[in-house]
């Protein structure tokens, strides 16, 4: 295995790590009807990080722990949003410093 399919591999696993957190986060904070879909959905994103890791692990292989920012990790981030005008402003500030 060439170290670009290495790397690969373990963008897919971030990836789905991202995913797991995103939804995990989202099940924190959803109620109603969408509650049982969303802790599915976490549920499952976290199986299929545990699909590439076992992957990666059947060829010997360490994941690569720093990829590149995946779709879900932007996601992610974007679910952290403050709550209020006082709190974005302080992120903000803190942020351009
Ligand atoms: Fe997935």
């Known amino acids: 295995m060439s170290e670009n399919e290495r790397w690969l ?3 897919y696993r971030a990836s789905e790590i991202n995913g797991a957190l995103f ?8 109620r109603g009807p969408l509650l049982v879909d969303v802790t599915h959905h976490f549920t499952d994103e976290a199986n ?12 010997d292989l360490t994941p690569v722990l720093r990829t590149a920012p995946t779709r879900t ?3 992610r981030r ?3 949003r403050p709550t ?4 974005w402003r302080s992120r903000r500030s803190s942020r351009s410093g």
Request: glycine share 4%; with cysteine.
């Open 9 to 11: 591999l373990s963008y």
């Open 23 to 30: 939804f995990g986060r989202v099940a924190r904070t959803v």
């Open 48 to 59: 299929h990080a545990n699909y590439w890791t076992k992957c990666l692990d059947d060829m």
């Open 73 to 75: 990790s932007i996601w």
């Open 78 to 80: 974007s679910a952290c």
């Open 84 to 87: 209020s005008w006082r709190s």
